[in-house]
Nanobody, 120 residues
């Protein structure tokens, strides 16, 4: 399986920017796709952005045009550039990796999360 660790969260004013990073270790060569999810208090964990091994990218409608996901070719790092941040972007952001369930036992690995707070 893979181990994921997020970094880059923090407090930012509305309209500001942050870059989240996710460092992956372990069986990174088995990764099919990676993504960022977020969970606000009292809400479900929702997809923010994802990128596949063929560089197919998907964004939640609420972040299109503001957030950009990218990765390195070795699946060692995935990034989320967040611009024009809004208070409703406040949440814990989680890094996710998808791989072979038959080998890993579960198709998904998760990082512990990093808090992003958008407030004046």
């Amino acid at each position: 399986q893979v181990q994921l660790v997020e970094s880059g969260g923090g407090l930012v004013q509305p309209g500001g920017s942050l870059i989240l990073s996710c460092a992956a270790s372990g069986e990174t060569w088995r990764i099919y796709s990676m993504g960022w999810y977020r969970q606000a208090p009292g809400k479900e964990r929702d997809l923010v952005a994802s990128i596949t091994e063929r560089a197919i990218i998907n964004y939640a409608d609420s972040v299109k045009g503001r957030f950009t996901i990218s990765r390195d070719n070795a699946w060692k790092s995935v990034y989320l550039q967040m611009n024009s941040l809004k208070p409703e972007d406040t949440a814990v952001y989680y890094c996710n990796a998808e791989g072979p369930a038959t080998i890993w036992g579960s198709p998904y690995s998760w990082g512990p999360g990093t808090q992003v707070t958008v407030s004046s």
